[in-house]
T-cell receptor, first 112, second 114 residues
Framework: DQQVKQNSPSLSVQEGRISILNCDYTNSMFDYFLWYKKYPAEGPTFLISISSIKDKNEDGRFTVFLNKSAKHLSLHIVPSQPGDSAVYFCAASASGTYKYIFGTGTRLKVLA | IAGITQAPTSQILAAGRRMTLRCTQD?????MYWYRQDLGLGLRLIHY???????GKGEVPDGYSVSRANTDDFPLTLASAVPSQTSVYFC?????????????FGPGTRLTVL
């Protein structure tokens, strides 16, 4: 049973436009959410996170939005750059569990 | 600073053989983790350790064992490898193991079990 779902396996966006990556979760106990980026032949690297007490967190070109009632979060990248081409994983965790549950990933391709 | 190193980078293994994947971190992080990444399944936690001397089971622990004799090293052992353990394995660490701690990942080990 996939508790964290990324329903779009891939996404292509033109350079300079907005990229929107989506993630849904089913466990209402999750209260901390993260996005990781992964390039080929490398380990995932942390990108941005959000606590359930917030509905938005921004870091430069990256913004994460959280809609708790819909159990949905999204990552916005504006403007998208070719170097953003990677696989993006969302992850969720619940207080006291010491564990992340990862989604299946979305491969983003930013076209020059 | 190297961060997290994993060895080997890749390995082809005959089914039934024993294999240990090595992971070392130089950040003096208390918590360490082992994940496997499979196409269509994302990253799944195998085992974790919140501090030296303690370990815990993740989502998919069967067929794997770990030990944490010291802070820096967290080896993952497949006692008798099976083809379904073909995967890319990532080791990670975080400062204290809290869910708000950033996890830092190693470069991965690609394992093929024939």
């Amino acid at each position: 049973d996939q508790q964290v779902k990324q329903n779009s396996p891939s996404l292509s966006v033109q350079e300079g436009r907005i990229s929107i990556l989506n993630c849904d979760y089913t466990n209402s106990m999750f209260d901390y959410f993260l996005w990781y980026k992964k390039y080929p032949a490398e380990g995932p690297t942390f990108l941005i996170s959000i606590s359930s007490i917030k509905d938005k967190n921004e870091d430069g070109r990256f913004t994460v939005f959280l809609n708790k009632s819909a159990k949905h979060l999204s990552l916005h990248i504006v403007p998208s750059q070719p170097g953003d081409s990677a696989v993006y994983f969302c992850a969720a965790s619940a207080s006291g569990t010491y564990k992340y549950i990862f989604g299946t990933g979305t491969r983003l391709k930013v076209l020059a | 600073i190297a961060g997290i190193t994993q060895a080997p980078t890749s390995q082809i293994l005959a089914a039934g053989r024993r294999m240990t994947l090595r992971c070392t971190q130089d950040m003096r992080h208390n918590a360490m983790y082992w994940y496997r990444q499979d196409l269509g399944l994302g990253l799944r936690l195998i085992h974790y350790s919140n501090t030296a001397g303690t370990t815990g089971k993740g989502e998919v622990p069967d067929g794997y064992s770990v030990s944490r004799a010291n802070t820096d090293d967290f080896p993952l052992t497949l006692a008798s490898a099976v083809p379904s353990q073909t995967s890319v394995y990532f080791c990670a660490s975080s400062e204290s193991g809290g869910v708000t701690d950033t996890q830092y990942f190693g470069p991965g080990t690609r394992l093929t079990v024939l």
